[in-house]
């Protein structure tokens, strides 16, 4: 079983924190100062009381594949080694990690649940779901054996209200492989179903602008993430981000626009619209980003080809729903 490895590597991670019962950091820099933090070797996962990496894989692994793990660890000096995969093909000999198959539930996301999921849209985002204009695809959970990750493009010419989605979600998504994420573009397209496709002429007509502030990006300066047993969001992440989304809020007030909407993006972040779109006080607003150093995600921001998770649709990562806050 071949999984994408974002969503296999989180699941397996939380399922890791709750068996130990124990807070994991989660992408842990080995703590090298003798080189710059982005060239430090990085753990997938890290018990740091009883100093214990845990790796991940999305795909099954051989025997030459575990053994080719284990001798990337051994010069770090931690007690234990665990390793999780979907699958352990052709163990020959005694391993000195632990190896642990897992392979992750779907029932909290599963896309029977887009069947009585309430969507209540505020105003804003529905009169632009109404142009007809964005296009959406869907992120599946598993994935070929020779592709990083897994989308459907939609083939409805038009998605024009939450029926729509829905109905594409029903009868285009397998039953064992939901999609994770249901993402939307961030502008309207002339040809919306065609937005993905190079070789194909398509005009952008515009559109609300749109900033993610990504917990990680923001919490990571500080400290690692962080997830344990009870809760399978960092909540440092969440905490940094809802502050900087709150300074960002802010500086759009101050430049002039009024017609704003946040949510919460199901895991460690905000999506933040901005619908009175006006090249000066994008800017006026810019500059003040700058000088704040506020921490958005620029090819959110700044690129035409951006998409996003939908609003009020389900995070397959924590199984959380993408709340309105503001």
Known sequence: ?????QFYEYTALCHI??????????????????????KRYEFDGYFEKQNIAVEVKSYPLTNDEISEIENKYKNFGISKLIIIA???????????SELIKFNPSF??????????????????IKNELETGKHNFRFRLA?????????????TDKKI???GDIKSEILLRTPNNNPPIKVLWSTKQWMSPKDHFYKKRDNLCLGGPIVFDIDGPMVHGAFKPCAIDSGNNICQMCKFFALKENG???????????????????GRSGYHTYVFDNNENKFK?????????????DKQITYSLKAEVAFPLTTNGFTGSQLTQII
């Open 247 to 265: 300074k960002l809020v802010s500086i759009l007030d101050w430049a002039g626009f009024r017609n704003i909407v946040t949510f919460f993006s």
């Open 284 to 296: 006026k607003a810019s500059l003040k980003f700058m000088e704040k150093k506020i921490k958005i």
């Open 17 to 38: 924190a709750k068996i130990y019962d124990e807070q994991l950091s989660i992408n842990y820099r080995f703590p090298d100062f003798y080189v710059p933090i982005s």
């Open 142 to 154: 598993k994935r070929a054996k020779n592709k990083r990750s897994r989308y459907l493009n939609q």
């Open 160 to 162: 024009k209200c939450i």
């Open 107 to 124: 029932d909290n996301f599963s896309k029977d649940k887009y069947v009585n999921i309430i969507m209540g849209l505020p105003s804003l």
């Open 1 to 5: 079983m071949y999984y994408d490895p």
């Open 86 to 96: 979907p699958e352990f093909i052709d163990i020959q000999t005694q391993k000195g």
